[in-house]
Nanobody, 123 residues
Framework: QVQLVESGGGLVQAGGSLRLSCAAS????????MAWFRQAPGKQREFVAV????????YYLDSVKGRFTISRDNAKNTVYLQMNSLKPEDTAVYYC????????????????WGQGTQVTVSS
């Protein structure tokens, strides 16, 4: 069992930055690829970024490449999402997910989710 708690969301102007954190409980954190997804009102949950168990491989949604960076600290059981040059279209609830052993963009393969943190980007 893994419990995830996100933090770091908020209201920011376009062009600004936020850093999201996702703290995981349990001793199995390093066994899982960790991912960030987002969901805007009326839309399906969308893949944003994923990082391998080792931290050596990362993949991103095309629209966030060059602006967002995912990282992890296995000693702290925490995954991060640094978001720079934010745009109004980045507005959504951001969720971290765990449970897949390999990197994957499909939310159905993630068994554990946090409660989400709201990110709002004003124009």
């Amino acid at each position: 069992q893994v419990q995830l708690v996100e933090s770091g969301g908020g209201l920011v102007q376009a062009g600004g930055s936020l850093r999201l954190s996702c703290a995981a409980s349990g001793r199995t954190f390093s066994r899982y690829a960790m991912a960030w997804f987002r969901q805007a009102p009326g839309k399906q949950r969308e893949f944003v970024a994923v990082i391998a168990r080792s931290g050596l491989s990362t993949y991103y949604l095309d629209s966030v490449k060059g602006r967002f960076t995912i990282s992890r600290d296995n000693a702290k059981n925490t995954v991060y999402l640094q978001m720079n040059s934010l745009k109004p279209e980045d507005t959504a609830v951001y969720y971290c997910g765990a449970g897949a052993s390999a990197v994957n963009r499909d939310p159905a393969l993630y068994n554990y989710w946090g409660q989400g943190t709201q990110v709002t980007v004003s124009s």
